[in-house]
């Protein structure tokens, strides 16, 4: 077994009965790397008893007993031995060699694995839970494996043999039964009886195409649909498990996916039955029916509607995917009932976040739930809707959320800075103001508070930085600052002087306070900076001269930047007053300045020679501070300011100062104090004393120190008070208007008169009227303003006298002043505005007691205007005489109308009271009216006798008009509450009121039964009467709790009082007693039904819109009624109608109340369209556009009008002529449509009417006004173009007169250059011009204009046909801009340009016929004449030149070495489109271009006008397709013709390396035998058609996405190509993408699948071993380590540096796999390197022990020696190979040391050699005998020793002569040695033979001259004498010795 083969074993085993279970795995893994087929078959042929294990039980009856978990066991046991041979059937695969032994090895696995399946189910019917997964283990394995199985493509069969193909086909037995079904029938049969094979046989036979097993299966997958849509669940899982899928897989694939809800809630009932769904799939499925229930028809209906602002998403951004959206879900358009049906697909619910599923829940559910929501859902929500109220809410509660309060209380979720940040979806104005709103709190976004100027902009918007309550507590820099100092850098660093000043002040910030402002280094770099500092501080401490000092020499820091600011440097600059005044304040003054203190700083210190010669222009400042004194001992005095002054006349310091200590040079009689303005001296010699009085104060308005100067001066003293205070009051009031016009005057006038307790109506009267006669005065009067005003002033004083006539004069210019105020105001002049301006008028009439001004009345009795009248003369309570006088201004009927009224006033005060005081009469009331009722009490009593006693009472109340019948009624027992408060009501209302609200009661009102029909009557009529108090009053007596009563309330509160809050609370409150009432009222019958109370809330929020008397009010209440629309049952929208009024609140425009009576979205939107109308008259265009969104109305009108009054406005303003103006208006223009979405016929009209022909002004402006005018040409065909199907015809005629502009303005610009007088305006300052616009709307690229009629010659004119429709001028201006169209490729238009003016352009036609000629849309024959004739004589030319050789036909549409291809010669058509090109002055490039095209159609076989159809684009993809060698040139040449973008190219060549990789993983196609390497440089090189490698490697990074799940190995070519992109443009971004991806392919998928190789190709194919050392720590933990040694993986030869150093780095202690490395790629040096640490190993392990320890166990000692002697040499051996001469030199060393070492062992010397510290290796080679053992031990431990000691000790005192001849031998004896060793043999004395020795050894000295001297020396004259007289050494001895 152990020497034989895998058969042999099989053999014995099958021969003696033995189990072939003992094989182990790794025998396979060996047997499978070895390609041994033998030991694999029989290793699984080991494994085939799965059933059964043991051999001796194979009887099939003992199976059944076999338990089935022990199965399942051994399954699990087999399957690393399977995934094992798996891993080795895919490697095998993927390598061409090795195909064979893959398929055999596939072969064998794949019939072991269906022999045992086919086992298990001949012995079992059926499988229970174990057996299953067994089962689902092996099948696993099977469908892997058959991925690898050799693929038949099908036999396409021809109609014509299909008698021959279905000649040899068996019939089925089912045929004849199957004959009479249909195909879907025949399938479900099949499949149900497990008959798929003949079924498909059936099918063949008839030629059906469910012959193909895919297409029957998908019948089947319909069939099952169709059973499920039956709820079919039993036949659906049949189909399923017998077509072979998984039951479960796809019933759940089927529920996520489909789009039919019934299947899906059937699925899933089901599923849950068996517990199939996880518990995500379970939420999911929750989600989605909380999903449909809230977004279904019914409950959108109960739903609160929630306003949105008006910007949000648009409908047609809704409808531009709804259609895509209805085909998926198979809408019918049609269906009516599938509106309301919102259906959701589960499948799209599992990839919704939850913040996703959040926000689609958040538009449905109530505020009251928004606290359950995530934070950042709820604030994306809101902020997009921009829902300000709420927002407002929440950041309030976020404010606050730090305090004490409980999060429980809270109605927000918790918010965070971070999420306001984040998830903020609003417009730019909302977000800044949420940021404002945090910011005043001191909450900040962490990028404000990071960017310092934001944080500042952010300030300057909540008040900027110097406000009282700064929100920067908090503030801290990334350096740590804090706001102040951060900010005093920010001024410091922008030079923001002033401002810096003033903040400084305005915090009062100082060094004390802010130590920021004494950083010594800030004040170096800013010298004002400190200066500023040192001025603040003498401020703050004006006492402190030191502080003045400090100031002065910052101030001199600025003056002298180079030096350090003192007085010195002061003076050496220059700067001598400066200096002096510096001194001045320095401490001690000159005196101490000028000493000579070594103590003292040098910034005060002077030098006095210094300070005299500085001082040499000042003598006499110099003679005053330095004095002349003779006496030595004299001290000078100090000389101080006075001195200085002393000749300065006005500042005498004898006279002044006197009241100073320090002027020591004042007289006697000098001013002892400071004099002032008050001084008592001063005023009582100079001054004039005036006594103010009250009327002073008054007149600089000062009311109240006039008040307490009266009281002190005059009231206090007067003898009658009353008097006094009157006459005071009327020089108050004289003064007051003789000043009227000084408002301070008057208003301190009318505030004494209060003070003094008279009455100030009269002044305040008199001087608004003395105000309004003033401006009328004016505006209507040439005179001085001041003329004018002093006339008045004396009127007004004639006034105050009472002077009748002036009274009159004023109230005439009074009554002119209103009406022309009146006029001024635009108020119409009859109406309650004018009325109330008229008061006026009547208070000074009264106060003056004249007749009352009757100017208002006359003129509403001549406008007819009678309620005008009555009003006015009733509220001003005009005399009845004086308001029949003016009845004759009326017309004839009015007037008797009138008269009548009139006569009867007196009557009036008799007539029933109003209804409003009709609630307080008491019962004492009936009593004064006995004629009317016999007795009270008798009617009470009389009651008691009727049968239905209340009944009969309010009969009686209705008969006596008693309402207090009424009440009495209800108390009485059965009575019904609804009756007695309608007769109550009835009863106290007038009669009129009354009778209408009975008017529909037919019979007797006392015997009618009141119910709630006649209250709801009651209701309307008294509520459209404006009685709401006898309501209110009623209900509080009989229904006191009825809603109804809040909402009267409520009504009052808006109608009568205008308080709009307390009415909201009011209605809040309703809602909430409404709500209870109507959950009552499901329970217990109520008195009032809730629909009856609905019913007439809904009338009266109407009636109260209806009777709104101003724009305010309504307004108001639709405010007000926003949120409660559920309460209008069919009422206006309320919400439109709110919108609306607050657009037109500050307008004059009023809504039309007719619209809430008759509200529908047709009478809306005509309303809306008169709004628009006014307000497009007014000009209010903002406005208009927010009518006509709000109405949904098209704006076109509206924004061309507001455009055209703009032009009008800058025709105007004389900025028209402006040209920068006028293109600036034009952009204008067209952004606004764009912005507003108008319709492109009325943008294109629009701009078309404002370009009318232009005339023939000067030349210069002839050509802006051109220009200008093809500018609007253009753009009216811009917008044109955007029509869905564009006027072909009207784009053609624009684009004719475009070009005429083009040719005129050409033939200026010409016309200009050759006139020198034209001087040419070239704009340098970079504004635009109208060409420049006009560039951006080029048709050019116009597709509808762009078509291939163009392109064709027919039509296009020719040599002879064409017509010169142009003067010369023109013509010359048209070809050369022809030419230019066609050197930019514009060929299209080229053609339509020609076509337009019939003109002839040489180029045009030479282009066309190249084209006409590749596409072959004509011959030769074909050709225009000339043309012709230039191909004839191209012919001729080559005919009459034969000398030159045919050349080889090139294509000259790409360069000398990118040439597409080599057509033969003889292609004419080539020749042809070469000669048109060499001809083509104009549009060659367009020339090659077609030529190109044609090349290529050509060589790829297909019609020139299939390529040229194709974009670029296209034709590249199918070149890159082409898969031939030279595919990448033929590319590059197209490319150079094309120009496709960079970033097309990418896109193109990263599409095709995706594609071949996918083909190459798949084994389609023919795969040429490449290695992954080769392979990658083919791709490498279609990476280099792409100028952008950059682009490449982002868009092979982007392909990754669309990779197939499970094409692990094209998605690792990508990468490394990427990764190859990146790293040649050196983009690091990139390159950090690539290895982030290949960390995470390498742990989601590489690593979890097992794929080693492709991780190795990762690592090798990148290269980048530092930032991927994880895959060797994968492949180091799999023990796939050695996959990375292969060969060839490496040929740069940087993976074997990269493994060594991830060794030596992460896996210090593994010497196995370093070695490993080592001898793999044969690293010699490594090598080395170990085997010399193991070395010394050894040798520290002898050292680890003492010596004499290592002595006794001898043996141990010498194999440990022999071992490290073994290592060393290897060593020296491995570092010789690779040429470590140093490391090799040093380990023989080693190695001649330890075998001395071994030596000395076998000798018997115990002296140690080895592992010698370097203070006892002189010892050791003292004790060594021998030289050679000595120099071993040196140069081992590269010591160099005292080789003259050694040789002193063992030479002179030992004599060994033998140890000098070795170190002869090896050393030489240089005289260095000999001098050293003679002065050893002084200094220590030896013995006689040490000096014998001596004398030997110095016969060894060469040097004759030392061999003397030291000879000498040591007295050997012996040798002396020799030396001498030897004829050798004696004359050149004595030489010496003379020299």
Known sequence: MIHGSASIVDSLCHLNGWERCSIPIHALEAGIENRQLDTVDFFLKSKENLLNPSSKSSVPDQLDDFPSHLYLRNVEKLTPALDLLCSAIRESDSETQSKHFSEQLLNLTLSFLNKQIKELFVHNEELDEHLQKGVNILTSYINELRTFMIKFPWKIIDTGDEYDVNENVPKVRESNIWEKLSVEEVIANAILNNKIPEAQTFFRISNHSAQRLEELIRIGLNLVFDNLKKNNIKEASELLKNMGFDVKDQLLKICFYTTDTNIRDFLVEILKEKNYFSENEKRTIDFVHQVEKFYSGHFQENMQIQSFARYWIKERDFFKHKSVLDSLLKYDPKDKFNKQDHRVVLNWAQWWTQLTQESILLPRISPEEYKSYSPEALWSYLTARHDWSSIILWIGEFQTQNSCASLEQNRWPLLTVDVIDRHTCCNSYMRNEILDQLARNGIFLKSEREDFELFLRRLNRIGGVMQDALPIQNYRSKEGWDFHSHFILYCLEHGLQYLLYVYLDCYKLSPSNCPFLEKKELHEAYPWFEFLVQCRQVSSNLTDPKLIFQASLANAQILIPSNQASISSMLLEGHTLLALATTMYAPGGVSQVVQ????????????????????????????????????????????????????LLPFDPSRLFGWQSANTLAIGDAVSHLPHFSSPDLVNKYAIVERLNFSYYLQHGRPSFAFGTFLVQELTKSKTPKQLIQQVGSEAYVLGLSSFYIPSVGAACVCFLELLGLDSLKL???????????????????????????????????????????????????????WNSIQQQEIKRISSESSSQWALAVQFCRLHNVKLSTSYLRECAKANDWLQFIIHSQLHNYHPEEVKSLLQYFSPVLQDHLRLAFENLTSVSNSRMDSDQVCSRAPQELQRNKEEMADFFEVLLRCSEEPNSWCWLLAEAVKQQAPILSVLASCLQDASTIPCLCVWIITSVEDSVAAEATEHIRGSMEEHMWDLQDLSVIWRTLLTKQKSKTLIRGFQLFFKDSPLLLMMEMYELCMFFKNYKEAEAKLLEFQKSFETVETAARRVHATIPAPWLKEQVCFLLKLMLQQCGTQYELGKLLQLFVGIEKLFSDGPDVKKLCVLSQILKDTSIAINHGIISGYSLENFQHECRSILEKLETEGQFALARRVAELAELPVDNLVIEEITREMQTLKHTGQWSLKQARIDFWKKCHESFQKNSI????????????????????????????????????????????????????????????????????????????????????????????????????????????????????????????????????????DFLIGRLLDDGCVHEASRVCRYFHFYNQDVALVLHCRALASGEASVDDLHPEIHALLQSAEQLEEEEPGIPLRKVQSTSS??????????????????????????????????????????????????????????????????????????????????????EPDTVAELVAEEVTRELLTASEGTGQKQMFTPAEESQTFLQLTTLCQDRTLVGMKLLDKISSVPHGELSCTTELLILAHHCFTLTCHMEGIIRVLQAARLLTDKHLAPNEEYGLMVRLLTGMGRYNEMTYIFDLLHKKHYFEVLMRKKLDPSGTLKTALLDYIKRCRPGDSEKHNMIALCFSMCREIGENHEAAACIQLKLIESQPWEDSLKDGHHLKQLLLKALTLMLDAAESYAKDSCVRQALHCHRLTKLITLQIHFLNTGQNTMLINLGRHRLMDCLIALPRFYQASIVAEAYDFVPDWAEILYQQVILKGDFNYLEEFKQQRLLRSSIFEEISTKCKRQQPADTAVKNLKKLLTYCEDVYLYYTLAYEHKFYDIVNVLLKDPQTGCCLKDMLAG
Not at 623 to 642: M, R
Not at 786 to 796: G, N, P, T, V, Y
Not at 1348 to 1374: A, F, H
Not at 1518 to 1538: H, I
């Open 596 to 647: 000579n203190d070594e103590n003292e700083t040098c910034l005060k210190k002077v030098d006095p020679q210094l300070l005299k010669m500085a001082l040499t222009p000042y003598p006499k400042l110099k003679t005053a501070l330095f004095p002349q004194y003779t006496a030595s001992n004299v001290l000078p005095p100090d000389i101080t300011l006075y001195h200085l002054i002393q000749s």
């Open 764 to 818: 305040r009267v008199d001087m608004k009227v003395a105000s309004i006669i003033l401006s009328y005065k004016c505006r209507n009067e040439d005179a001085q303003y001041s003329c004018i005003r002093e006339s008045l002033a004396e009127k007004l004083s004639k006034l105050a006298v009472g002077e009748k006539a002036t009274i009159e004069e004023l109230l005439i210019l009074l009554e002119e002043g209103i």
């Open 1239 to 1374: 319709s492109s016929r009325a943008a294109s009209s629009f701009f078309s009417a404002q370009a009318p022909e232009a005339p023939e002004p000067p030349a210069e402006e002839g050509r802006s006004r051109v220009e200008e005018r093809q500018l609007l040409l253009t753009l009216a065909a811009h917008w044109l173009a955007q029509e869905g199907l564009g006027p072909v015809d009207e784009l053609e005629e624009l684009e004719k007169q475009i070009w005429l502009c083009r040719i005129t303005q050409r033939t200026l610009r010409e016309k200009q250059e050759t006139e020198p007088r034209f001087s040419q305006h070239i704009s340098t300052s970079g504004e635009l011009s109208f060409d420049s616009v006009a560039s951006k709307f080029s048709l050019s690229m116009l597709a509808a204009l762009n078509t291939s009629k163009y392109l064709e010659i027919n039509g296009l004119p020719s040599k002879e046909t064409c017509e010169n429709r142009l003067d010369w001028k023109g013509q010359e201006s048209l």
């Open 1455 to 1540: 360069l000398d070495s990118q040439s597409f291809v080599m057509l033969p010669p003889c292609d004419e058509v080539v020749t042809n489109l070469e000669t048109l090109t060499s001809k083509c002055l104009h549009g060659k490039s367009y020339c090659r271009q077609v030529l190109c095209l044609y090349e290529l159609a050509k060589e790829l076989g297909c019609p020139y006008t299939d390529v040229a159809a194709q974009d670029g684009e296209a034709v590249l993809r199918a070149v890159l397709a082409s898969q031939r060698p030279d595919r990448c040139k033929r590319a590059q040449a197209f490319l150079s013709t094309q120009g496709l």
